[in-house]
């Protein structure tokens, strides 16, 4: 059956889109605070390295599943099989887990945008850095900020993602690189700026260990939304003229070049104001306004456009998850869109509420031993996304027919892609491995094993059952 399905007005939309979904807080917030956990500049050789070699290329299997079959991510992999049906539905499960928590940090954006009005600028470094954490403990504000940020997801995603989004986008994606690199520049030429340069581009090995592969190899997954079907359902609306692989270098390349220029706007500042590098979640909210603090009176102006472009970057990505999770219901459930995503929607900010609360008045979850927060970002970014990838990687390299691959990528023989059997062999060969090794590794020196293996369980029980599930 053909089936038909709307796709991108023009190949600008599509890559907007598929951007649009990889940078967001992955890249801003995300991959500046596990740089500085994990000792910075091995940590980000190891992170590209998995970004060109795996990440790469599971975007382009992903982009090929979902345009080959014409729908969305379990409707995808089941076409194959309905061995792997399961793989689809733990995408659908990693949208749920990631949107537990990325709405509590989309809200912080938005609450940055009116601290910046009121007066967080002429504040000391250590008030500022103290105001951050006094709010995200709080109860109500950071509450309401995450509703707000979710609710703005709710109602472009009942709309049909096509509308006012893309052109928000359009002119607030450019606006916060260029932004990026004013506050760069400010950042590398503050006195005493160099040891952030040095914790950036001299590698140090002697801390890692298999947490920080394991860490870097999450941050590949998350930062470019793969794993987990974001890309395969866009890729289903992928216009048959468009060529992949070059589509998905292209985003690649955005993706890396934002958190690269974010790393170089935050560590120089920060070892400049003499702060520890492992900061955590709070770094771009506590290291970005000081530089701004430094700046006179056009601090409040930087500071206002950056978190109003933080907060759009951050709404085109959790759209794209939100999206993963209704466009399975409607394509396979055949419920309504609007039905969809306000189901949908209540149970996520239900999520939302408990993982808040986790930063303060909670305390930690028994036998687990972590705050709904780091559960849910451990289950998606250590153990959903990275086994999601692995599956997807079989799934194209095994049983996806090589040479319907090879018209796939290539538009039937119409476009060129010379990296083709090299590109296979990596799916096939190279990178379900290395992923399996990378999580065993990971496992053994991570402190939080219970959660490890508590999702390690819950993907074998959903591929037991895989043919029951649809
Ligand atoms: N890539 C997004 C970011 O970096 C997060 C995301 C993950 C979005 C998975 C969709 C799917 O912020």
Do not use: C
Request: proline share 3%; charged share 10%; net charge negative.
């Amino acid at each position: 059956m053909e089936v038909k399905r709307e796709s991108w007005g023009t190949r600008f939309g599509f890559v907007l889109a598929a951007a649009g979904s990889a940078v967001g807080l992955g890249n801003i917030w995300r991959f500046p605070y596990l740089t500085g956990e994990n000792g910075g500049s091995a940590f980000i050789l190891i992170y590209l390295v998995f970004v060109f070699l795996i990440g790469l290329s599971v975007m382009i299997a992903e982009f090929a599943l979902g345009r080959n079959s014409g729908l969305s991510a379990v409707g995808a992999v089941k076409s194959y099989s309905d061995r792997w049906t399961f793989v689809g539905v733990m995408g659908v499960l990693s949208a749920f887990l990631i949107m537990g928590f990325y709405p509590v940090v989309g809200g912080w954006a938005l609450a940055y945008i009116f601290e910046s009005f009121a007066g967080l600028y002429t504040r000391t470094p250590e008030a500022i850095d103290q105001a951050f954490g006094t709010f995200i403990t709080g109860t109500a504000r950071p509450i309401i900020w995450m509703l707000i940020f979710l609710g703005m997801n709710i109602i472009i995603v009942a709309k049909g993602i096509k509308g006012g989004i893309e052109q928000a986008a359009r002119v607030l994606m450019p606006t916060l690189f260029i932004l990026l690199i004013f506050i760069s520049i400010r950042s590398v030429t503050l006195e005493g700026a160099g040891a952030g340069v040095d914790f950036l581009f001299r590698p140090d090995f002697s801390e890692v260990n298999g947490g920080t592969f394991l860490a870097a190899l999450g941050q590949a997954f998350f930062s470019l939304s793969l794993g987990m079907g974001a890309m395969i359902t866009y890729g289903s609306y992928l216009s048959k003229k468009e060529t992949i692989p070059q589509n998905a270098l292209i985003v690649t390349g955005l993706d890396v070049g934002v958190a690269l220029l974010a790393g170089i706007a935050m560590f120089p500042a920060l070892f400049a104001f003499g702060m520890e590098p492992a900061q955590g979640p709070g770094l771009v909210f506590v290291v970005i306004p000081i530089v701004f603090s430094q700046m006179g009176g056009l601090g409040i102006i930087f500071g206002i456009i950056f978190f109003v472009s933080l907060a759009v970057a951050a709404l085109t990505s959790s759209i794209s998850l939100l999206e993963v999770v209704a466009s399975y219901l409607i394509d396979q459930k055949n419920v309504k869109r609007k039905t969809a995503v306000y189901s949908t929607g209540v149970l996520m900010a239900f999520m939302g509420v408990l993982t808040s609360l986790s930063l303060g008045v909670f305390d930690p979850l028994p036998t687990l031993n972590v705050g709904f927060f780091d559960l849910f970002d451990i289950l998606s970014d250590k153990v959903f996304l990275g086994f999601g990838g692995m599956f997807i990687a079989v799934i194209t390299g095994w049983v996806a027919n090589k040479e319907v691959l090879r018209e796939e990528l290539t538009n039937e023989g119409t476009t060129d892609f010379v990296l083709f059997e090299a590109w296979h062999f990596l799916i096939k060969w190279i990178i379900p491995p290395a992923v399996a090794i990378v999580a065993v590794f990971g496992i053994l020196d991570i402190e939080e094993t219970a959660v490890m293996i508590f999702g390690l369980a819950i993907i074998a029980v959903l591929a037991i059952f895989s043919r029951k599930l649809d």
